[in-house]
């Protein structure tokens, strides 16, 4: 019984610790972070479109070299 105790008594000192260490983190603001968004979303974006050419051109040369 006494394991069952020093798992739990550990398990609130840890969230109590996890808790007092999120109070201390610098949160960003809503405008932060939507524009950290956009900039996420529109590089994400931007590299979908460079892999999906570049997959285009290799298939187009494969397509030749094996011809």
Do not use: H, Y
């Amino acid at each position: 019984m006494s394991k069952i105790s020093n798992s739990i008594g550990g398990l609130r000192n840890f969230i109590g610790e996890v808790k007092a260490e999120l109070k201390k983190c610098a949160w960003p603001t809503q405008s932060e972070l939507i524009q950290s968004t956009g900039v996420v979303i529109f590089s994400v974006i931007l590299l979908a479109v460079l892999v999906g050419v570049s997959d285009l051109v290799l298939m187009q040369v494969m397509s030749l070299i094996i011809r």
